[in-house]
C-alpha cells in the first residue's frame, strides 16, 4: 500500500511528527520555501499541516489532498470555503493554547499597567529615579471588559477575577448571559456601554467579515483617556491606523498587541514608533506546552482521516460523507 503524504509547511513540535510518523504517515516539510514552491509542493500531498496560508491557487493545485489541519483555532488564513467546494476537510485545534493566550493576555496587562518595558529601560541607562517619577497602576480593583466569550475569553475572564480582583464586564453576541453571570462577570448589553466604563478592554473574538474592525476610530473615541487596549486574538479586529492616531494623540493610554492586520508586521509600522506600545510576535499561543497539544492534535486528526474516522474537530461535519475520495486505500498501523 502506498504511504499517505502530509506536507508542513512551518516547523511544529515534534511530537506532532513522531505521531504521524509512527502511524505511517510520510512526512515532508515545506519549511523554507516560498510561496510558489510551497504551492508545488502541495500538488503531491494528500494532508497539509500548516500555521501559515492555505489560498485557493495551493487548493487548486492539490489533486490528490484530502485534509488541512490549521495548527491553531482561527482558521481565517484558510480559504475554507474554496476548500470545502473540493470536498477537502478543514480541521483546527481548539482549546490547546487557551490557556496560554489566556497568560500572555494578562501578561500584556501587567507589563503596560507596571510600566515594565519603561522600567527595564530605565534601570539599564542608569535612571534609579525611575521608582520616584514612573506612574504605574494596580489591576487589583480595575475594569475590565472582555470582548467575546469564548474558552479564552472564559479563561482570561477567570485569571482577572480570582487571581487579580478585578472587575469584569462582558460583551458577547453569542454567549448567554446566564452564562457571564456564572462566570462572575456582568454581561453587558451593548459594545459602546462596554467601553465607556473600562480601564483595560481585552479582545478574544474570531476574524470574519462581521467582526472586521470591532475596534475602529468611533469605538476608540468612547474609550478613556487611561484605557490600556489588548489584543490576542487576531489583527484585523481592530483598525490600527485608527488606533496610531489615538495612542499618538493619548486619547488612550496604551496598547498590547500580539497579532496585526499585516504579519509579520512591516519593519516601518507606525505602531512599532510609539512609546505606549507594547508588540509581540503572535507568541501568545506559541508556549512549548501549547504547541505540544496542538501538534499532537492535528496529526491525530489526520491519522483519523485517513484511517476513514471522523475526526475531533471538523470546520463543516456535513461535508464529511461528501469528502473528497482518493483513488487508493491507505492502511495506517492501528
Known sequence: MKQPICLITHPIHKDGIARLTDAGVEVRYAYDCDEKARVKALSS?????????????????????????????????????????KGILVVYTPNCNTRSVAEHTLLLMLAL??????????????????????????????????????DIG????NMAIHGFGMRVSVWSPHAAAAEIIAAGAVPIGSLAELLEN??????HRPLRPDTFHTIDSA???????????????????????????????????????????????????????????????HIAGSTQDALQKTAISCAEQIIAVFRNIKPAHLL??????????????FLLKE
Open 45 to 85: 500531498a494528500n494532508a497539509v499541516l500548516t500555521r501559515g496560508s492555505i489560498k485557493s491557487d495551493g487548493i487548486d493545485c492539490a489533486k490528490n489532498l484530502v485534509v488541512i489541519a490549521n495548527h491553531g483555532s482561527g482558521t481565517d488564513k484558510i480559504d475554507v470555503t474554496h476548500a470545502h467546494e
Open 113 to 150: 499597567s507596571h510600566k515594565l518595558l519603561s522600567a527595564d529601560m530605565a534601570v539599564r541607562r542608569g535612571d534609579w529615579d525611575f521608582r520616584l517619577t514612573g506612574i504605574t497602576h494596580s489591576l487589583y480593583g480595575k475594569s475590565l471588559a472582555i470582548i467575546g466569550f469564548g
Open 154 to 157: 472564559r479563561q482570561v475572564c
Open 198 to 203: 473600562a480601564d483595560v478592554i481585552s479582545l
Open 219 to 281: 469605538a476608540l473615541r468612547l474609550m478613556k483617556p487611561t484605557a490600556l487596549l489588548i489584543n490576542t486574538s487576531r489583527g484585523g479586529l481592530i483598525d490600527e491606523d485608527a488606533l496610531y492616531q489615538a495612542l499618538r494623540e493619548n486619547r488612550i493610554a496604551a496598547a498590547g498587541l500580539d497579532v496585526f492586520e499585516t504579519e509579520p508586521l512591516p519593519p516601518r509600522s507606525r505602531l512599532a514608533a510609539l512609546p505606549n506600545t507594547i508588540l509581540t510576535p
Open 316 to 329: 463543516e461535519n456535513d461535508l464529511w460523507p461528501l469528502r473528497r475520495k482518493i483513488n487508493y486505500k
